[in-house]
């Protein structure tokens, strides 16, 4: 019975919990970079809607 609680108590799980964080933050990071760059590309391609839609075939590009 001893020994099932040595091994309970070992580095294993320690090192499960850190994995498990560092791939939380990860994701974190992930989403966020995500999140951010999808923003800015759906700026630029409403920026871009509107000046082919709104513009004269010479006109110089705003965006």
Do not use: K
Request: charged share 15%; with cysteine; hydrophobic share 40%.
């Amino acid at each position: 019975m001893s020994n099932s609680f040595a091994r309970l108590r070992g580095q294993d799980g320690a090192t499960a919990v850190e994995y498990g964080i560092m791939v939380a933050l990860i994701a974190v990071v992930i989403i966020s970079a995500v999140y951010a760059l999808g923003s800015q590309l759906n700026d630029d391609y409403e920026c871009v809607e509107q000046y082919v839609r709104e513009t004269p075939q010479n006109a110089p590009t705003p965006c």
